[in-house]
RNA sequence: GCCCGCGUGGCGGAAUUGGCAGACGCACAGGACUUAAAAUCCUGAGUUCGCGAGAACGUAUCGGUUCAAAUCCGAUCGCGGGCACCA
């Protein structure tokens, strides 16, 4: 067959028949299919690429044969870093660069065949895009979700950047290895935070894979616990966060992070010079040395004593970078008895341990960690654990000095970055009337082009005077622009819900829009999004819902995870490795469905692994045979004669025919393509026996291999088509509808039984396929293997499992 | 350190969720066709022992539950991923 042709001729087709758009019209079912959409970093598409759209469309085709209205929209996420770091070095303008490889890729993504609505295409660098993002921005800040707070971010001294989150790997800079600092910054933040329980909570309702579920339960990271207040002796009072209240009593010393608002209030002149050293110091500290948890614990006193809320007595205050000024209140209490960082801490500098907490039965060597019997702490003493915590946190709540608290480890989400390649933050600076948002009718705040990139990094649009200067919309006076521009994860967080309208010039979407496609079905994408994209696109949502503009509270109802594809070595596929295998060869070679066809059958979807390319010439060598075989069937005349023979050999064809159809309509569903594919193949082996009668039931014949096309459609669409316009067939294959199983081909007169005595197998015979359990054990009695091997022992007991065994146990 | 996942032939991977381990393929071996090779087709194969019918062993290791364990439970080893001073 001639691959490139007749794939060419079928997108053709497909193409002109308009069969990818979603038909708004129809009476069926919507079924939205999305794949994460793709950056456009390097010019062409690479296998991951490849693994992650070929398959997935495989499965929208399934679910349109299926009868459903499929919604299978593709895009990219155009805007990021790489692009000016690109332009920095080659001095290639960004968008010039993005839109060159844009349009490679969407011109590689076309030759895949796969059913991409482009119709609804969106490019989130676009005017008509990035104009919506910001948009969203305003609604948040209108809603009080999006706020400027100064805040200690990640900054790269070499590339003088700040540096997102994710682009700093073990403490160092990803791009040049440089150790990041933290540096206090003014930034824009969403409130995520707002919505911790609720991201949580609806972590239940989903169709996820638990170990993405999981990861975002321990990024939330909720943890309950108790608010306790201290005073300090010269009349400041704090809060500390704690979950183990039913240590109070052992409490020796109190710690603030030294970025704490009351950490130089509370200094006495006699420290202030080591205090003021010491914040310096711990400002100063390197990521990767605050990454460490084995680095030892530094810290100063602040010369000031706090009163113990339920002792009365007076224990010390330390500064100390080990308390985090980000989580809880920015202060603990300290109990070194009874927790491994306080001990470490109040060993080097010699404060008291006191033990307040006794493990059931046994002596115990501090610290001692877990849960225990309460002792030295008057009232309390004999309770255990969260008896005693319940306890006591509802004595301070009585003594009105605090009580249970949740606390979460989800930060809210930094949104500003200090590059140019992004959407530009709608907020203007005026001297008379502050922070002021730039009115919706104005937007898009353009992205000028006239840019300079910068060999050291800094932000060219804050230099871009004809940008910064404008007029403050309230007063009209002269006003600076926000130089900064939006972190390219708020792009994403929402371009699912554009695609539903895309070309709404209005709003960034019609409600009833997005209420008719929403939410996503199936998503289809790389595990690395779990802890961003994924619960950023959460968040967006139900922020949206509670504004009003949206009426459900999740995004994407089913995921799933490709897997990695890794070089032929088994390590990434990376440029250092020097193993990137290209799909292009293999497409030019073997043809695009041949490739999709082994990704699909080569590896777990879900899993992944190391490519190879022995796999791909057997996936080719099917598809060779299917369409000699096809040819051959193909060319067969029906003969008037009506009586054609349905006897065993008939019966085991239809057999084989719907077994196949069932187990791969479930494999298909279940994005288990491989096995799908066995199952194909094993279908092709039952007709090529069939085929090798003599007398042969044609129409059977005929009818079997239609079926066997259809079944191969969604994962080869090409060659199906062919093969389906050479059997006659009427319309697309694409088009039809997927075969279904007949129960009552599935049954079979007789069954393949395993007889076991004593759980060993002794025999396999076939039994009637209709017999009870009665039947069956006469039967397995009946037989001269079992009798002879039973001799005269007594059967003391019989299992039967229906249709696979018969189990005697003998004594 | 903590959390999660995984471990099956020479290889990629199956196993109806506790019921015949190794589907389907790759690679391999033997055969057919061919002057020969390639391609194609047929046959074989978990491992070990045995000429043989066959037997024993076998899903990382050890132990347990069960008529029955790759699957459930406990411990150990190994690999991968995530988090990382979150009090």
Avoid at 452 to 476: Q, W, Y
Avoid at 592 to 603: C, E, N, P, Q
Wanted: aromatic letters at 12%; hydrophobic letters at 35%; a neutral charge.
């Amino acid at each position: 067959m001639d691959m490139k042709r007749i794939e060419k001729k079928w997108q053709q087709q497909w193409e002109r028949a308009k069969l990818a758009h979603f038909d708004k019209k129809s009476e069926a079912p919507k079924f939205y299919v999305l794949e994460m959409f793709s950056y456009p970093s390097g010019a062409k598409l690479h296998i991951g690429h490849w693994y992650n759209y070929g398959p997935a469309d495989s499965y929208a085709r399934f679910k349109r044969m299926q009868g459903y209205n499929v919604f299978q929209p593709m895009g990219f996420d155009a805007f990021g870093l790489p692009a000016e770091n690109y332009a920095i070095k080659t001095g290639v303008h960004p968008k010039d660069s993005t839109e060159t490889n844009i349009a490679t890729m969407e011109e590689q993504l076309r030759a895949m065949g796969a059913l991409f609505d482009w119709s609804a295409e969106v490019k989130t660098c676009n005017e008509n895009y990035y104009r919506w993002t910001q948009w969203m921005f305003l609604q948040l800040y209108k809603k009080g979700l999006a706020y400027r707070k100064e805040a200690p971010v990640n900054w790269c001294p070499s590339c003088r950047t700040v540096l997102a989150n994710e682009q700093v790997e073990g403490g160092v800079c990803e791009r040049c290895s440089t150790p990041v600092v933290r540096k206090n910054l003014t930034q824009w933040f969403f409130k995520i935070t707002d919505y911790a329980e609720e991201l949580l909570t609806g972590l239940d309702t989903l169709d996820w894979p638990e170990k993405t579920k999981n990861m975002q339960r321990n990024w939330i990271g909720k943890s309950t616990g108790c608010e306790i207040e201290f005073k300090a002796e010269s009349g400041e009072s704090f809060r500390v966060y704690t979950t183990r209240c039913d240590t109070v009593f052992g409490v020796t010393y109190v710690v603030l992070a030294p970025e704490h608002p009351l950490a130089r209030k509370l200094t006495t002149p006699e420290q202030r010079d080591a205090v003021e050293a010491y914040i310096d110091y711990a400002a100063r500290a390197s990521e990767i040395e605050r990454l460490s948890s084995t680095r030892e614990k530094t810290g100063v006193f602040t010369g000031s004593y706090a009163i113990h809320p339920l002792t009365g007595k007076r224990i010390p205050i330390y500064l100390a970078d080990y308390v985090l000024a980000s989580y809880g209140t920015g202060a603990v209490m300290a109990v070194p008895a009874h927790d491994e960082r306080d001990f470490a801490f109040a060993t080097k500098y010699n404060l008291p341990i006191v033990k307040v907490i006794e493990k059931k039965g046994g002596e115990t060597k501090l610290p001692f960690c877990e849960d225990g019997i309460v002792r030295g702490s008057v009232d309390f003493d004999g309770l255990f654990g969260e008896e005693a915590r319940d306890a006591i946190a509802a004595h301070i709540s009585k003594l009105g000095k605090g009580g249970k608290k949740i606390n979460y480890r989800l930060r809210d989400w930094l949104v500003s970055r200090q590059r140019y390649w992004g959407a530009p933050i709608p907020i203007v600076y005026c001297d008379n009337c502050g922070t002021v948002p730039v009115p919706e009718k104005d937007l898009p705040v353009r992205l000028p082009y006239d840019v300079e990139f910068r060999p050291d990094g800094k932000s060219p649009l804050a230099k871009h005077e004809k940008f910064m200067n404008t007029v403050c919309p309230v007063c009209g006076r002269p006003a600076r622009r926000d130089p900064d521009t939006l972190d390219t994860f708020v792009c994403s967080s929402w371009y699912y819900l554009r695609y539903t309208d895309s070309h709404n010039d209005k709003a960034p979407f019609d409600r009833e829009a997005a209420d008719r496609l929403m939410p996503v079905d199936t998503y289809v994408g790389g595990a690395e999004h779990a802890c961003m994209h994924l619960l950023y696109a959460r968040f967006f949502t139900k922020a949206l819902r509670d504004m009003g503009y949206l009426d459900f509270d999740e995004p994407f109802k089913r995921l799933v995870h490709q897997g990695v594809i890794l070089g032929p070595d088994g390590n990434r596929m990376s440029k250092s490795h020097g193993n990137i295998v290209s799909p292009d060869e293999y497409v030019k070679e073997y043809g695009s469905d041949a490739f999709r066809l082994y990704l699909m059958f080569g590896f777990s979807y879900t899993e992944g692994g190391p490519w190879n390319d022995s796999g791909i010439k057997a996936v080719s060598k099917f598809l060779e045979r299917v369409e000699k075989t096809v040819q051959k069937v193909a060319g067969y005349k029906v003969p008037r004669d009506p009586a054609f023979p349905y006897g065993q050999a008939e019966k085991a064809l239809d057999y084989a025919r719907h077994f196949a159809i069932s187990r791969i309509t479930k494999d298909l569903e279940a994005f288990s393509f491989n096995t799908a594919i066995a199952r194909l193949m094993e279908l092709l082996n039952a007709i090529v026996a069939y085929d090798g009668n003599d007398a042969k039931n044609i129409p059977l014949l005929k009818d079997t291999v239609k079926d066997f096309i259809l079944l191969l459609t969604p994962c080869a669409p090409h060659v199906s088509e062919e093969l389906w316009e050479m059997m006659g067939g009427r319309g697309f294959a694409a088009e039809q509808d997927f075969p279904k199983a007949d129960p009552e081909k599935l049954v079979l007169d007789e069954t393949e039984y395993a007889v076991q005595i004593n759980s060993k197998i002794v025999v396999r015979t076939m039994l009637p396929s209709s017999a009870g359990e009665e039947e069956l054990r006469a039967a397995v009695l009946a037989l001269p293997e079992i009798s002879a091997a039973i001799g005269t022992r007594t059967v003391r007991k019989c299992i039967v499992v229906k249709g696979r065994l018969v189990n005697l146990i003998v004594g």
